[in-house]
């Protein structure tokens, strides 16, 4: 049982920079994966990056080597730097916690918008 809260999102130019925030509460933190997903308008939502509980990392081809997925276990939080960032990038993320077969916990979204 979890609750997830993002932060950070906000208006960037192409080619800058922001850092997304996912603030959990609850039990057992440490043993959840986290992803992070994006959704435009008129498009499905789709997976951008995930760690794992042991650390182990994922990353949308769309967003390898510009993206990187950290956590912070005693903070209960997980950070998704985004760099160079591209019109084609705007989006709203969500974060989601993962555990097996469990079913999931979402947030509630943070805005990302990048236009010149």
């Known amino acids: 049982q979890v609750q997830l809260v993002e932060s950070g999102g906000g208006l960037v130019q192409p080619g800058g920079s922001l850092t997304l925030s996912c603030a959990a509460s609850g039990n057992s933190f440490s043993f959840y994966g986290i992803d992070w997903y994006r959704q435009a308008p008129g498009k499905e939502r789709e997976l951008v990056a995930g760690?794992?509980?042991?650390?182990?990392?994922m990353y949308a081809d769309s967003v390898k080597g510009r993206f990187r997925i950290s956590r912070d276990n005693a903070k209960n939080t997980v950070y998704l730097q985004m760099n160079s960032l591209k019109p084609e990038d705007t989006a709203v993320y969500y974060c989601k916690a993962r555990w097996g077969l469990r079913n999931p916990y979402w947030g509630q979204g943070t805005q990302v918008t990048v236009s010149s």
């Open positions: 760690i794992n509980s042991g650390g182990s990392t």
